[in-house]
């Protein structure tokens, strides 16, 4: 690609013709936001907005027909694609063979990147999407700290600690994460209208990183990504037409650019092998992002009592249905010859209390034998402090191995387990009780009080928050009011209502101001995530993302950012 041309005679970004910037205007920002590279995004959205518009309506379509009674199912139309054994996937990189354990982060603060990639992990999943809060500052020091990555030279100094962050000899590989298909960025208008928020962060990301990434890190291959939330395969090919309009711009090879896409809807359950037949040059496999798919499945079913999930804490991989998923994944991919990665337990390190925290260890270990003897070829680690663990367990169950992807191996192999359509969608089973609704609030508004102040992931409880786990609280209890859920308050049935609810709001926000502090309460947007989350649970139609609804909070326009200074 074509170098940046002259700089601009004042602080303001240069911008091609018809796209504005509306972020704060910062050096660092400005060496992203090129002339050239904006233009490289700009094509980008101009080319598929079209496509994106009527994926999502396609999305709205769906739900419709959930919403009169209609279940998701396997195509029909597209039997002739999940039965024929005659094609697979493109081989896999040898930068990627083995993937036995990953960890994931928000690609900002810098600090963290360096950590990520200095964790002994094989690969590193930088984050735009569930677990970073979407503000101009995080997404443009996202990409500087990746570009910085990329090209070795990422440093960072913790000046309150007099700590210097660099690369260690063997970082982890890098993955990038962006935002799904629903979500604009504010800041970014092409042609008058925000862009298409995962747009800007590959394009952004791919512009300035691509050439470095396939000298280093990717071997000749790559960059590498992560695809989040999609629904339905014809999502994928968008993702596919945009790699290759990436690769024919950059002048490398088609099928350079390589994806996992995260099986994190229930749709998409049913549209994996197509999934991965729209990609198949450009396949990194599937991942089971266990948390979102569970928001899904609430999501999907929201106008069926019947369906009810019971209390968060209780639906987890051991479900029928989540097993189901799990098995159904490992079987496509490894038929296909790609990576069937596991997903990410909630548990983090406990500090302060060590019994609590080789309990915590312990479940980590649990889940990540579950994942390994299914058959799964790497899992996800939310913390550094669970790779040695994670480590050991993938590494020992695979006794050398890259990976399992040849061996058929595995329960959800050896059983024969033929998944059914009823398997995966098979209602979980468990207690629903007024703790869970508490519990869900007493999270669902401490998360979006951080994604209000900037933070995208953080520990609650001693486990991982991010925008998916906080989904489930936020679209359980909405289920929950909907429906007039019978919940268990000690021995009492009471019905889940709005002025329960109410009670319960208050109760928690109360409990929460007593736990972080009156001062840090008063400072935080406590009181105005208690409203949004709120008013989320009990509007008469569920919102589709939490993170939409917010979104217009963390938006900052400094008019005049771009425009004055157009060429
Ligand atoms: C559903 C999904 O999508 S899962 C994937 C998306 N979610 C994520 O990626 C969550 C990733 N994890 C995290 O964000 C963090 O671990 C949290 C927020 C849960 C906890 O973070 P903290 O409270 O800062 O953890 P803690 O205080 O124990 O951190 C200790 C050290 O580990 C580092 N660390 C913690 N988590 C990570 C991580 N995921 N990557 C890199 N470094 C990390 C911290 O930077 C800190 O470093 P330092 O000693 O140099 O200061
Ligand atoms: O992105 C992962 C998930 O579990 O959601
Ligand atoms: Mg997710």
């Known amino acids: 690609m074509a170098t940046n041309a002259a700089a601009p005679p004042c602080p303001c970004y240069d911008t091609p013709e018809g796209v504005d910037i509306l972020g704060r ?312 010859g790609v990576h069937a990665m596991g997903g990410m337990a909630a548990q983090i390190p406990i500090k302060d209390d060590a019994a609590a925290n080789e309990a915590a260890l312990e479940l980590v270990r649990k889940d990540k034998l579950r994942e390994v003897r299914a058959g799964h070829d790497g899992t996800w680690a939310a913390h550094p402090g669970l790779i040695p663990a994670i480590r050991e367990v993938f590494e020992g169950h695979l006794g050398g191995r890259p990976n399992q992807i040849d061996a058929a191996a595995g329960d959800a192999a050896r059983a024969g387990v033929a998944v059914t359509e009823e398997d995966l969608l098979q209602p979980p089973r468990g207690a629903r009780t007024v703790e869970g609704l508490r519990h869900n609030t007493r999270v669902g508004v401490q998360y979006v009080a951080a994604w209000l102040s900037g933070s995208g992931s953080v520990p609650l409880y001693n486990l991982m928050e991010d925008a998916a786990t906080a989904e489930i609280s936020r679209v359980q209890n909405w289920q929950w009011l909907r429906h007039g859920a019978a919940l268990d308050a000690g021995g009492v049935e009471v019905r889940a209502t709005p002025e329960l609810l109410a009670r319960v709001v208050e109760e928690e926000m109360a409990r929460v101001e007593a736990e972080v502090g009156a001062e840090r309460f008063r400072r935080g947007r406590y009181a105005e995530a208690g409203r949004i989350f709120s008013r989320q649970c009990t509007a008469p139609e569920l919102d589709d993302f939490l993170t939409l609804d917010a979104y217009n909070l963390i938006v900052v326009h400094h008019p005049g950012a771009s425009s004055p200074c157009k060429l």
Not at 100 to 119: C, D, F, Q
Not at 302 to 331: K, N
């Open 25 to 336: 205007y910062d050096p660092e920002f400005a060496a992203i936001l090129t002339r050239d590279a904006l233009a490289f995004v700009a094509g980008l959205q101009r080319e598929f907005r079209g496509a994106v518009r009527y994926a999502m309506e396609r999305r709205r379509e769906a739900q419709r027909r959930y919403d009169a009674g209609e279940l998701p199912r396997f195509d029909p139309a597209t039997r002739p694609v999940r039965e024929a054994g005659g094609w697979a996937c493109a081989p896999v990189p040898p930068a990627i063979a083995d993937r036995t354990v990953e960890i994931t982060g928000p690609a900002e603060p810098r600090k963290m990147v360096i950590n990520a990639l200095n964790s002994g992990a094989k690969v590193f999943m930088a984050d735009f999407e569930d677990a970073l809060s979407p503000t101009w500052e995080n997404l443009m020091r996202g990409q500087v700290n990746l570009r910085d990555a990329v090209a070795g030279t990422i440093t960072y100094r913790d000046a309150a600690r007099g700590r210097e962050y660099r690369l260690g000899d063997r970082p982890a590989t890098l993955f990038v994460r962006p935002r799904g298909w629903h979500l604009p960025e504010a800041h970014v208008l092409v042609d008058g209208e925000p862009a298409i928020g995962c747009l800007v962060d590959f394009g952004l990301y791919f512009f300035h990183s691509h050439a470095a990434f396939r000298s280093g890190q990717g071997a000749g291959f790559g960059p590498f990504f992560y695809l989040p939330k999609m629904e339905h395969s014809r999502e994928a090919r968008i993702w596919k037409g945009v790699f290759e309009r990436a690769e024919k711009e950059a002048g490398i090879g088609r099928g350079s650019i390589r994806a996992t896409v995260l099986v994190e809807t229930l749709p998409a359950v049913f549209q994996m092998e197509e999934i991965l037949h729209e990609l198949r040059d450009h396949s990194a496999g599937l991942n089971c992002g266990r948390w979102d798919y569970i928001f899904s499945y609430v999501k999907t079913f929201r106008a069926r009592p019947d369906r009810l999930l019971p209390d968060r804490a209780l639906v987890g991989m051991a479900q029928h249905f989540m097993r189901s998923y799990s098995y159904l994944l490992i079987q496509t991919c490894h038929r296909r």
